[in-house]
């Protein structure tokens, strides 16, 4: 079994409608989340990071973490065609200082 | 400010030849990584350093060799290329925080 398990997709909306992204994971020892957001043949770029439970936003993006059942959440509000692209979520935790990537969940906003 | 560059963007290489993945970065940071990636499996890290003359060893580091002689430069090296080291190569770098920044790839055809 997957440290990070993400559903590959394709994930296929509308434009205007509410995004919802997510990863499951079984290691406790994380404690740093992240999601990347990845356009065809481009490098990862990072687009939200958590520090243990909570939640944080940052404009049309919301990423959840619920430790308790080892569950994480990206909300992307209002889509776009432009958030067309593959979500990946990551995960650290303090001791090895190396990320454990989700494979990648592909959307696709249609407008 | 280039942030990380890789160079080939791409290469088809012969089954058995030797080839070096080239990475440099201008943000002074100490930390360096390599990942693959491929369809369904995700970022896979293959070898970091934490500091110039120090590196690790990833998940999948059959197959590679990498060196860090300066705080810029990461090369990552396949002695003698097979058919699954066929991928696209990640280079990225860190602070020192969890935050990871991403190059553009390599994308590596071995026949």
């Known amino acids: 079994q997957k440290e990070v398990e993400q559903d590959p997709g394709p994930l296929s909306v509308p434009e205007g409608a509410i995004v919802s992204l997510n990863c499951t994971y079984s290691n406790s020892a994380f404690q740093y989340f992240m999601w990347y957001r990845q356009y065809s043949r481009k490098g990862p770029e990072l687009l939200m990071y958590t520090y243990s439970s909570g939640n944080k936003e940052d404009g049309r993006f919301t990423a959840q973490v619920d430790k308790s059942s080892k569950y994480i959440s990206l909300f992307i509000r209002d889509s776009q065609p432009s958030d067309s692209a593959t979500y990946l979520c990551a995960m650290m935790d303090t001791g090895r200082r190396a990320l454990t990537f989700g494979s990648g969940t592909r959307l696709q906003v249609q407008p | 400010i280039a942030g990380i560059t890789q160079a080939p963007t791409s290469q088809i290489l012969a089954a058995g030849r030797r080839m070096t993945l080239r990475c440099t970065q201008d943000m002074r940071h100490n930390a360096m990584y390599w990942y693959r990636q491929d369809l369904g499996l995700g970022l896979r890290l293959i070898h970091y350093?934490?500091?110039?003359?120090?590196?690790g060893k990833g998940e999948v580091p059959d197959g590679y060799s990498v060196s860090r002689a300066n705080t810029d430069d990461f090369p990552l090296t396949l002695a003698s290329a097979v058919p699954s080291q066929t991928s696209v190569y990640f280079c990225?770098?860190?602070?020192?925080?969890?935050?990871?920044?991403f190059g553009p790839g390599t994308r590596l055809t071995v026949l």
């Open positions: 350093s934490n500091t110039a003359g120090t590196t």
């Open positions: 990225a770098s860190s602070d020192g925080t969890a935050t990871q920044y």
